[in-house]
């Protein structure tokens, strides 16, 4: 399920390859970027939700978000691989300008560092390894999720509708988090 996104897009890839540019509009590229970010933070917020939602039903859903977290990694790999081939052209002069010039790059790009050690201690052997670290480690989601939202603020020129929802949805969740935090101490 967590890879139809991706067989969409690869679809698209495809297609831009031997030039049926049809679905994708005037900047083809540029729209792989965009719906590769959003299932990111898709994923993101889908690894989220799975603590309140277990709280509040009893459904206990938190053995999936593993496969859910690494579904955010593989789209945020392809969201930052598309900038980079498709509208930076692997200028790697670009993308350091980029990241100088435009927050909304900045942000982005931290919040991708951030979720690849996620990624990489993902995996039984890791988790094994760092024990009570493994956990501590994985609240770097918690800004990469900010970072992420802050990153589709800046990036939103002028439909806000989408971004707004996303962005009450993260922010609830974070707050539910913080504050599960809180009375824990």
């Avoid at 990111?40 to 939700?49: D, P, R, Y």
């Avoid at 999936?64 to 593989?74: A, D, H, K, S, V």
């Avoid at 990469?144 to 609830?172: E, P, Q």
Wanted: one cysteine or more.
């Amino acid at each position: 399920m967590g890879l139809l996104p991706f067989f969409y897009c690869l679809y698209h890839v495809v297609a831009l390859w031997f030039g049926y540019e049809g679905k994708l509009g005037a900047d083809p590229g540029k729209e792989l970027v965009r719906f590769n970010g959003q299932c990111a933070l898709v994923f993101l917020l889908l690894t989220q939700v799975l603590t309140p939602l277990k709280e509040v039903t009893g459904f206990n859903l938190v053995s999936i978000r593993r496969i859910l977290g690494l579904f955010c990694f593989l789209y945020a790999s392809l969201h930052f691989t598309a900038y980079l081939l498709l509208l930076l052209e692997f200028r790697f002069s670009e993308l350091s300008d980029d990241l100088v010039k435009r927050p909304y790059i900045s942000v982005g790009f931290a919040a991708f560092i951030l979720l690849l050690p996620l990624a990489i201690t993902s995996n039984n052997w890791m988790v094994a390894r760092f024990r009570g670290r493994w956990k501590t480690l994985h609240k770097l989601v918690y800004p990469a999720l900010f970072l992420a939202l802050l990153h589709l603020i800046w990036l939103t020129k002028n439909d806000y509708s989408l971004t707004l929802i996303y962005v009450v949805i993260g922010l609830i969740l974070l707050l539910v988090r913080a504050w599960r935090s809180f009375l824990k101490t």
